[in-house]
């Protein structure tokens, strides 16, 4: 009898465990999608923030093709009530909010995606008042289960890195992505608190990758400092259910694109080569 025959003999009762397979096949699944999101956000091309203010902000149109990003909001958390559910085009217009509280300027250009379980990707350009090219803010916000790939703080890949303890005994991590190409630079502010279960990393850069190392820089610096991000992960308001108000902003997002209706699976950039994975 041949070795397959015989194998053959020896199984043919045996019946494998679908159902087992299907769940640990879907959650290992959603953990490597979310492990994707997290670097690729911070990667070569596309990174957060999320949630939640009491005040609205209004967002005047302009006489071109973006919006002015100006009239902030302002903010006390002591009054938000969470009424709506945190998705792609709410993280935009949650992203481009606070990020009107730092930097003056026109935006367009949104982006979104709505991941698997607790995770969002949003990004849009930015032209600041103050003169220079567009640069690109990106936003991720993710679920607490992301934090178990991560390591204690700065990795070899982040430069200028710094890691600190902050309000609430979150982690907030600050550094500059290796550089691709020697001219392109990524800032990135990343926010860890385990005690709510979330991850926000919000990411600026002065150009526009355009895949295989190259990449089309637009400016001298990006377009937010290290300043600004940090004061946008670190908005008490993130989380997974925000005030309705900017539910119903990123529904009137003009020229919104859903990443994942155009790429599916959608097309993610690489993280520096040492960037965990």
Request: net charge neutral; hydrophobic share 35%; glycine share 12%.
């Amino acid at each position: 009898m041949s070795l397959r025959d015989l194998m053959g003999a020896e199984t043919q009762d045996l019946s494998p465990d679908t159902d087992r397979l299907v769940r640990t096949a879907t959650r290992e699944g959603g953990r490597i999608r979310r492990r994707r999101h997290t670097v690729t956000a911070l990667g070569a091309a596309a990174a957060v923030v999320v949630a939640g203010t009491a005040g609205w902000v209004g967002l005047r149109g302009s006489d071109g093709d973006g919006d002015r990003v100006a009239d902030r909001p302002s903010a006390t958390s002591s009054s938000i009530k969470p009424l709506a559910r945190l998705d792609g085009r709410t993280t935009v217009a949650m992203l481009r909010a606070f990020t009107a509280e730092q930097v003056d300027g026109e935006s367009s250009t949104y982006e979104g995606q709505e991941g698997p379980g607790r995770d969002t990707y949003g990004s849009f350009r930015l032209r600041p008042a103050s003169g220079g090219g567009e640069g690109l803010v990106e936003g991720n916000v993710q679920g607490g289960s992301i934090l178990e790939d991560l390591g204690p703080g700065c990795e070899p890949f982040m430069n200028d890195c710094t890691s600190r303890r902050v309000a609430g005994g979150d982690t907030l991590v600050t550094y500059r992505d290796a550089s691709e190409t020697g001219r392109d630079i990524r800032l990135v502010a990343d926010l860890r608190s385990p005690d709510r279960s979330l991850r926000v990393v919000a990411a600026s850069t002065n150009g526009f990758s355009q895949g295989n190392n190259v990449w089309d820089i637009t400016r001298e610096t990006p377009v937010l400092a290290v300043g600004d991000l940090t004061a946008v992960v670190t908005r008490p308001e993130w989380g997974f259910r925000v005030p309705r108000e900017y539910a119903a902003a990123g529904k009137e997002l003009r020229g919104y694109r859903d990443v994942d209706t155009f790429m599916a699976p959608r097309s993610q950039p690489s993280p520096p080569s040492a960037a965990p994975q």
